[in-house]
């Protein structure tokens, strides 16, 4: 069964709704289980800890929209849907902050360009989602090939590798 298979079935058994407004005054209605607590927050959005994931109904994107602030709002991707082999290793104390086990759900944040083909993708810094607690964090890898801006719609054979890693 795959993580994102895993993650609706949790929901559909769970069931809660609740109603969040979103600063393009449509209000979505989703499961009180797709909210997801960051205690440090988001880099640049230290202060804000609550946030609802809410899936494109179609396709590897979601929201990451804010439950405090209804104009805080991120457009995040499942990166394995771009990059296959995109790997990376939890230091210990965050394993043990996000309290992970096996349920755990891995996005980056998107940044979009006009020229939707310009899109970028932020490997550097994934944000781990435990599916089972329900807490997040977005984690900046250390000693890592990735960079904060690695293009969407990229060849296979170009991808970044765990190998290519600095000092190994």
């Known amino acids: 069964m795959n993580a994102i298979y895993s993650f609706f079935y949790l929901i559909r058994e769970w069931g809660m709704m609740m109603v969040v407004e979103t600063s393009s005054s449509v209000s979505e209605d989703f499961s009180e289980n797709l909210i997801f607590h960051f205690t440090k927050g988001i880099p640049g959005f230290d202060q804000v800890k609550d946030f609802a994931f809410i899936p494109f109904p179609e396709g590897p994107f979601a929201y990451l929209q804010s439950i405090e602030h209804k104009d805080i709002s991120l457009v995040i991707a499942d990166p394995f849907e771009f990059y ?9 104390h965050i ?7 096996s349920n755990l759900l891995v996005r980056c944040v998107v940044t979009m360009n006009k020229d939707v083909g310009k899109s970028t993708l932020n490997l550097l810094a994934p944000i781990v989602l435990n599916i089972e607690n329900r807490s997040g964090r977005q984690v900046i890898l250390q000693q890592s090939p990735y960079q904060t801006r690695h293009p969407l719609w990229r060849e296979a054979e170009e991808q970044p590798s765990m190998a290519d890693k600095d000092g190994e």
């Open 95 to 101: 394993v043990e902050e996000l309290s992970l086990q």
């Open 84 to 92: 296959p082999n995109y790997q990376f290793e939890l230091a210990d």
